[in-house]
């Protein structure tokens, strides 16, 4: 199973861009790359996912280099809303088991 | 149209007793796994249901058991709690056929607080 390392916590202000990295190492070759959000009080939701190179949806951007022993959120222009733990998961395929780390604490400020 | 739901919103219970989690998965969704989630900790895997069995289990005690229904809602039910149960427990439903896949719909969770 893929062990995922990421920051604790990141602050920004409104309208930056944030990146947040996560470290996977041991990644196996059929593993994908998955990022949830959570809000407060709220269970986690789907972001986005990828395997290789880059992937954009209406949400963020996910940057996976060649070696795939790492990736990259990407949150263009931020809000406060966007205020949430961010948790990226390389999970081995376990018949749909989600392995959740700590997360990435992301605050945005005005 | 209805996303992932659970009953109930907040729960007490006292140690040694005993509870019920209810969830109602996304239409048309046939999957739903349980997760517990204490506080500044990310979600655990606990257990997942398909087609009414158990498919998989994360590393929780006997006490921790499920069900899964017709309609595919399911249950989850702790017995004999203990201080440390008290988190967020979620539901997360995926589509079918994609048992394994790594996009699941949480509900709002049902936070337990034993005393």
């Known amino acids: 199973l893929a062990k995922t390392t990421q920051p604790i916590s990141m602050d920004s202000y409104e309208g930056q861009e944030v990146n947040i990295t996560c470290s996977h190492n041991?990644?196996?070759?059929?593993?994908?790359i998955t990022w949830y959000q959570q809000f407060p009080s709220q269970g986690p939701r789907f972001i986005i996912q990828g395997y290789k190179t880059k992937v954009t949806n209406e949400v963020a951007s996910l940057f996976i280099p060649a070696d795939r022993k790492s990736s990259t959120l990407s949150l263009p222009r931020v809000s406060l809303s966007d205020t949430a733990v961010y948790y990226c998961?390389?999970?081995?395929?376990?018949?749909?088991?989600?392995?959740f780390g700590q997360g990435t604490e992301l605050s945005v400020k005005p | 149209d209805a996303g992932v739901t659970q009953s109930p919103t907040h729960l007490i219970k006292t140690r040694g007793q005993q509870v019920t989690l209810r969830c109602s998965p996304k239409s048309g969704h046939d999957t739903v796994s349980w997760y517990q989630q204490a506080l500044g900790q990310g979600p655990q895997f606990i257990f997942q249901?398909?087609?009414?069995?158990?498919?998989q289990r994360g590393n929780f005690p006997d006490r921790f058991s499920g069900h899964q229904f017709p309609n595919y809602s399911s249950e989850l039910n702790v017995n004999a709690l203990l201080l440390g149960d008290s988190a967020l427990y979620l539901c997360a439903s995926s589509e079918p056929g994609t048992a394994s896949s790594y996009e699941q719909y949480f509900g709002p969770g049902t936070r337990l607080t034993v005393t």
């Open positions: 249901y398909y087609e009414e069995e158990e498919r």
């Open positions: 041991n990644i196996a070759t059929n593993d994908y």
């Open positions: 998961l390389a999970p081995r395929n376990q018949g749909g088991k989600l392995i």
